[in-house]
């Protein structure tokens, strides 16, 4: 049931998300715009020499890349607030919680979690690596103030296999597609460990990632919380096509 949810109308600018060490985002854009092109250009060349099957099989590739492409930045810029205002909404919260956000990257969902906190505290944690654009402290501090709620939030460095925060300190913990990013199963494992421990008795915990949610599941169910479930979030969180889907999993400490 969706009670009071943050706006998904944001004001601040959350940059693109995706691995951009070693080529930029620009790059990839025009790589693969330079790809659609060609493909373009031998569709109407397939058709002028009346080649039907190069017509038809460079077409599919070009409209496959652009709905890839389209997805996949519908999903960064647009999909992941619409899907988060409706986790955020449903979690309920009173107003007065300590949500931990695990890899804040420039504030997406922190932000959105502060908008519920009028009388709490968002906390974000970060190493800022080149996972979404303009990634930085400055920007989500920057992005805080455009959204009205920087006197909720604080922005903290750190790895979060390894949380500066003492046990049992938030009443929420959330994250959206920060652990696949962990090289490691086990480096994958520590940073749910770490999760479960600073998040109180009776705290809930939702993290959204890509491919390994089956293992942090199995995780949360061997470290004993409760109510742990598994959901596909649907088109909205595609990365490009079906095959790349988001899923959440939540759970409860036991008190
Ligand atoms: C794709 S971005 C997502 C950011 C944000 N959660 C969002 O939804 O907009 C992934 C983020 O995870 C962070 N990250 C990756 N590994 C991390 C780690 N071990 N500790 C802390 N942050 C990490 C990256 O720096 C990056 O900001």
């Known amino acids: 049931?969706?009670?009071?949810?943050?706006?998904?109308?944001?004001q601040g600018d959350y940059g693109l998300d995706g691995d951009f060490r070693v080529i930029s985002a620009r790059w990839q854009a025009m790589i693969l715009a330079a790809i659609v092109a060609v493909l373009i250009a031998l569709t109407v060349c397939g058709i002028v020499i009346g080649s039907l099957v190069v017509a038809l099989v460079a077409g599919v590739i070009a409209l496959g890349l652009v709905l890839f492409a389209g997805s996949y930045v519908h999903t960064s810029r647009v999909g992941k607030f619409k899907v988060w205002a409706r986790i955020l909404g449903d979690l309920a919260l009173h107003g007065d919680e300590q949500v931990l956000d695990l890899g804040c990257g420039r504030g997406a969902v922190l932000l959105m979690a502060a908008e519920l906190l009028p009388r709490g505290r968002?906390?974000?944690?970060?190493?800022?690596?080149?996972?979404q654009t303009g990634n930085s402290p400055d920007a989500t501090r920057r992005n805080a103030e455009l959204e009205g709620v920087a006197d909720r939030i604080e922005?903290?460095?750190?790895?979060?296999?390894?949380?500066p925060?003492?046990?049992?300190?938030?009443?929420?913990?959330?994250?959206?597609?920060?652990?696949?990013?962990?090289?490691s199963n086990a480096d994958?494992?520590?940073?749910?460990?770490?999760?479960?421990?600073?998040?109180r008795p009776g705290g809930r915990l939702a993290i959204a990632d890509l491919l390994a949610t089956h293992r942090y599941r199995a995780r949360l169910r061997e470290l004993g919380l409760t109510d742990v479930r598994r959901r596909n979030?649907?088109?909205?969180?595609?990365?490009?096509?079906?095959?790349f889907p988001t899923r959440l999993v939540t759970a409860t400490k036991k008190i």
């Open 165 to 183: 925060f003492a046990d049992n300190t938030f009443d929420l913990i959330i994250s959206n597609l920060v652990l696949h990013n962990i090289a």
């Open 1 to 10: 049931m969706t009670t009071h949810a943050p706006d998904v109308r944001r």
């Open 188 to 199: 994958r494992r520590a940073a749910i460990d770490e999760a479960v421990r600073v998040l």
């Open 233 to 243: 979030l649907g088109w909205h969180m595609w990365w490009g096509s079906p095959f």
């Open 155 to 163: 922005v903290e460095t750190g790895d979060i296999t390894r949380l």
């Open 122 to 131: 968002a906390v974000g944690i970060d190493l800022w690596h080149p996972d």
